[in-house]
């Protein structure tokens, strides 16, 4: 263990001194397993939301949750850091049958199905209009299989995936990072998100509105990035790159996926697609001005009708900064 993996007396006693109430700790069981808002905790301990708001604001301060401000909301979650680690160790030893959990936990698994039915109807509204752009490419579990090979088995630190949607990349690329985030524009969209990961109980990979332009990630901090049918969308695709190449690690990944050039206006004017594909040459230069190097392009054609077919492509590139030039850290798991 690292030095800054580990506290101080001073800041161990503080941590404790803040989990050691009865509504703490519920609101530590609670944040371990899955981020919340002051409205989900409410309605889970049954207390009043000025209450719920000055606990989860100790809990803060001790450093051994973080918020995170979206639109009108305040998500909640667990620290990354020694006291979220030892947070989630004093959860361990705490047994779940207890019964005041236990109906805490019944309470959080009804506020889940209540989200993902919410989501899964919203996802539906919008089946028609995916589903017709989903049709003039080859099948998206071809395309995942491809990424899948593209970035190789082994397993990696960190992932952030831009635009993450419905956090599918995040299911696909589980077993191999052992932390991930994804970010995305549209709340809705995060809400959908939020219950898939649920659903496949991801609890080391979450979601956070954000920008693409601005991303509110520290700098050198990802080890793969991956922008997923995002860049099309953009009126400006090379700065959304250079942010994603601020956010990785030296001799990190990028992994970029989108469409060819093509000539189907109606997805510029039907499905607010800002971009008609991008070229190979294209795609090159913009890496290169970033000093990542392009490793890998794989074209995934579609069948004979490629008068209304689309040709995905995926593009692979490396951070040119020597891994070495980064503080050494747990070796146990192999960087990207």
Do not use: C
């Amino acid at each position: 263990m690292t030095e800054d993996q580990t506290l101080s007396v001073e800041d161990t006693l503080a941590a404790l001194r803040a989990v050691g109430e009865a509504t703490r700790l519920r609101l530590i069981a609670l944040l371990a397993e899955s981020e919340l808002t002051v409205k989900d905790a409410t309605a889970i301990l049954g207390q009043s939301q000025p209450r719920i708001s000055r606990h989860l604001k100790l809990l803060a301060e001790a450093d051994l949750i973080r918020r995170f401000p979206e639109g009108s909301w305040v998500y909640y979650r667990l620290a990354d850091g020694p006291e979220g680690q030892l947070a989630r160790g004093l959860v361990e030893r705490i047994s779940m049958e207890d019964p005041v959990l236990a109906a805490d936990q019944e309470r959080f698994r009804a506020i889940r199905k209540a989200k993902a039915e919410e989501a899964a109807a919203y996802f539906a509204a919008r089946a028609l209009t995916w589903d017709r752009e989903r049709s003039l490419h080859v099948a998206e579990e071809d395309v995942e299989t491809a990424m899948r090979a593209t970035l190789g088995d082994k397993p990696f630190q960190s992932f952030l995936d831009l635009g993450t949607g419905t956090g599918r990349l995040l299911e696909v690329f589980s077993g191999q990072y052992t932390s991930a985030l994804g970010v995305d524009a549209s709340h809705d969209m995060l809400a959908v998100a939020r219950a898939n990961l649920a659903r496949a109980n991801l609890t080391n990979a979450q979601v956070r509105h954000g920008d693409v332009y601005a991303l509110n990630v520290p700098p050198r901090s990802f080890d793969v990035v991956a922008i997923h049918q995002v860049l099309h969308f953009l009126d400006d695709p090379s700065r959304a790159l250079a942010e994603a190449t601020r956010a990785l690690r030296p001799g990190g990944r990028l992994m970029i996926v989108d469409f060819a050039p093509h000539e189907l206006e109606f997805l510029r004017e039907s499905h607010a697609h800002r971009r008609l594909g991008f070229a190979h040459d294209q795609m090159e230069r913009w890496l290169d001005t970033l000093e990542l190097d392009l490793e890998q392009v794989t074209d995934l054609v579609p069948g004979d009708d490629t008068e209304n077919n689309l040709t995905v492509t995926l593009w692979l590139a490396r951070d040119r900064r020597i891994v070495t030039d980064w503080p050494a850290r747990d070796t146990s798991r192999e960087v990207a």
